[in-house]
């Protein structure tokens, strides 16, 4: 969607590897988001940011840590990829102003 | 916790008709989203209800919300083909952090 990106859109990854999604944002919003799309579990929270260097974790952290130096961008580093974190990662913004959430395009990655 | 609950998981349906889906949560909150995402694509905005009795229409689709019940529906009305997609109610775990707990989605087909 205009004004997120998410970047890489595909990646295989081996077990055992870090690995780093990126989230960029032009709308200047406060709050950032990571999600992950399972079938059967719908989009679960992984952490949220809430302003830079403002982060906390959501339903699914374990195995994830986040970034957000910039207003712009939030990352997701997967600290040691298993085979479990193969998934869709959806980041999404929000602005109080506006309700609702926009989401950026995904990042489908698999770990073999 | 809060647990967000929609039925039915999958449904089918022959163009012309009409049928509710709804979106059951646990605790209370008086905001409430509907996203639908079409496969292999990110997730888009339909509705945003903010308080008890809330009510949005666009198009085939309307949207309600009953926050003493915790329930709202997404009603569609003489569904068409374009209408295939799986939809997704999410609820605003906190208020003030924008955090949101998104249901398992239900998986609509219209058939011609």
């Known amino acids: 969607d205009a004004g997120i990106t998410q970047s890489p859109r595909h990646k295989v990854t081996e077990t055992g590897t870090p690995v780093t999604l990126r989230c960029h944002q032009t709308?200047?919003?406060?709050?950032m988001y990571w999600y992950r799309q399972d079938p059967g579990h719908g989009l679960r929270l992984i952490h949220y940011?809430?302003?830079?260097?403002?982060?906390d974790k959501g339903e699914v952290s374990d195995g994830y840590s986040v970034s957000r130096s910039k207003t712009e961008d939030f990352l997701l580093t997967l600290e040691s990829a298993t085979s479990s974190q193969t998934s869709v990662y959806f980041c999404?913004?929000?602005?109080?102003?506006?309700?609702?959430?926009?989401f950026g395009s995904g990042t489908r990655l698999t770990v073999v | 916790e809060l647990k967000v609950e929609q039925n039915p998981l999958f449904l089918s349906m022959q163009e012309g008709k009409n049928y509710t889906i709804y979106c059951n949560y646990s605790?209370?909150?008086?905001?409430l989203y509907w996203y639908r995402q079409d496969p292999g694509k990110s997730l888009e905005s339909l509705f945003v209800?903010?308080?008890?009795?809330a009510v949005k229409q666009e198009g085939r689709l309307m949207a309600s919300l009953d926050t003493k019940a915790r329930l709202s529906t997404l009603h569609i009305t003489a569904a068409v083909h374009d209408l295939s997609a799986t939809y997704f109610c999410?609820?605003?775990?906190?208020?003030?952090?924008?955090?949101?707990?998104f249901g398992t989605g239900t998986r609509l087909k219209v058939l011609a």
């Open positions: 999404a913004i929000s602005d109080w102003a506006r309700e609702g959430y926009t």
């Open positions: 709308e200047n919003h406060r709050y």
């Open positions: 940011s809430y302003g830079v260097k403002d982060t």
């Open positions: 605790t209370t909150s008086d905001r």
């Open positions: 209800l903010l308080s008890n009795g």
């Open positions: 999410a609820v605003d775990a906190t208020s003030g952090t924008y955090k949101y707990i």
